[in-house]
């Protein structure tokens, strides 16, 4: 699946509308936080049922219309180990994402480990191995390599898929 490119505001106000209908949205943030008092913002990446989006946090002047669309009602938001993406939020429009559903404590309770990285869930849930070359990558370098392109695409490709076999194995055990 090929991704958007969010890296004005415009493009963001006319995405964040394009959001608004989804029954699910998943996404996840790259940030530094080393030598600063509160974690700089580089990446958000996006999935949807229809699309990826990489939206370019140090481009877009105002990321206030994602944080609103992501805190209003009536759609899922799927996150992995969120606390981060929860802290953004809150900063931004003093209200949670909606419908949170966080893999990484679903894991912990579903049995499988707590707590999990997303590259363990991914191969105890889907079995899948994506690369991890990524992991200490500089998210305020400009321009984006597309090996770091894809890692972050990565991080949320799978977000649906791995809810949904959790979704499915706590349903089961009576912890949904």
């Not at 707590?114 to 869930?121: D, G, H, I, M, V």
């Not at 090996?147 to 949904?176: E, H, S």
Request: with cysteine; net charge negative.
């Amino acid at each position: 699946m090929s991704h958007i490119n969010v890296t004005t505001d415009d493009q963001l106000h006319q995405y964040c509308k394009e959001l608004a209908p989804c029954e699910w949205i998943a996404f996840d943030t790259e940030f530094v936080s080393e030598r600063t008092y509160q974690p700089q913002l580089c990446l958000v990446q996006v999935a949807t049922a229809s699309e990826l989006a990489i939206i370019d946090a140090l481009a877009v002047e105002d990321m206030t219309p994602f944080w609103e669309a992501i805190a209003e009602p009536g759609h899922e938001t799927i996150v992995h180990a969120g606390r981060g993406e929860v802290v953004f939020c809150l900063r931004a429009v003093n209200r949670r994402p909606a419908g949170l559903f966080d893999v990484q404590l679903a894991a912990g309770l579903a049995g499988i480990e707590y707590p999990a990285s997303f590259r363990t869930l991914l191969g105890k849930v889907l079995g899948k191995t994506p690369g991890s070359e990524e992991t200490r990558t500089d998210w305020r370098r400009r321009p984006l390599s597309e090996r770091q392109i894809q890692y972050a695409l990565d991080d949320v490709r799978y977000l649906a898929k791995i809810r949904d076999a959790l979704r499915a194995r706590l349903d089961q055990l009576g912890r949904l």
